[in-house]
């Protein structure tokens, strides 16, 4: 499967963005899906997932309450909602996904096969 993401951009502290995440070449309604982040000169690191069954958001304590992650499987779509952005959400904003994901990997990158290429989102103070 091909992930494209978008959506990125420059934001002010305290905006939103919607970060969208398109797939190709597959059943998507069979991948669990996964948003990440690599902010410079940091690891990548998790922030909010989808798995497919059962369908319950899951996200880093550094997401929760701001962002929301969901999907869209007639468009083969994932978002990620971002709302009240700090500074410290600066980072490249990555699109992954797999099948059978099991609960205690879905916060690691390891577990993902297919990636996006990225997009970048910075926040100014």
């Known amino acids: 499967v091909q992930l494209q993401a978008s959506g990125g951009g420059l934001v002010q502290a305290g905006g939103s963005l919607r970060l969208s995440c398109t797939a190709s070449g597959g059943t998507f309604n069979r991948y669990a899906l996964a948003w990440f982040r690599q902010a410079p000169g940091k690891e990548r690191e998790f922030v909010a997932a989808d798995r497919r069954n059962p369908s319950r958001p899951i996200y880093a304590d550094s997401a929760k309450g701001r962002f929301t992650i969901s999907r869209d499987n007639a468009k083969n779509t994932v978002y990620l909602q971002m709302s009240s952005l700090k500074p410290d959400d600066t980072a490249v904003y990555y699109c992954?996904?797999?099948?059978?994901?099991?609960?205690?990997?879905?916060?690691?990158?390891?577990?993902?096969?297919?990636w996006g290429q990225g997009t970048l989102v910075t926040v100014s103070s």
């Open positions: 992954a996904a797999d099948t059978g994901v099991i609960l205690s990997s879905v916060r690691d990158a390891s577990a993902y096969s297919y």
